[in-house]
């Protein structure tokens, strides 16, 4: 899907690691949410509340899952899931942007 319809947008962006990752979030008329944003290159780490599924549109990362000591490379048009109640880690060698789907 290259883009939403019928959606609202915060205006009121959320920033993390001192600008270095940010997002905005889209509201669904069912009631699903979702944020768009991007990262520029470093290591960060994230907690999760719900469970999410991570569609990197562009860029390249590499990610650490809860439970797993290995690094997964994730390109543009990859996605990854990440469980609820749970942090990953992310090395970003790319500009990438990305989707978060709540689930």
Known sequence: MKQFENVNVELEG????D??????????????RKTLGFML???YEFGTAAAELMEITSGEL???LPGSDEWLSIK???SFNVP?????Q???????DYCCSYL
Do not use: I, L, M
């Open 62 to 64: 590499d990610v650490k």
């Open 84 to 88: 609820a109640d749970s942090k990953f």
């Open 41 to 43: 290159p470093g290591e």
């Open 19 to 32: 600008g270095a990752v940010t997002s905005r979030t889209v509201n669904f008329p069912d009631g699903s």
């Open 90 to 96: 992310v090395k970003v060698k790319r500009v990438t």
């Open 14 to 17: 959320n920033s993390y690691f």
């Open 76 to 78: 543009g048009g990859e």
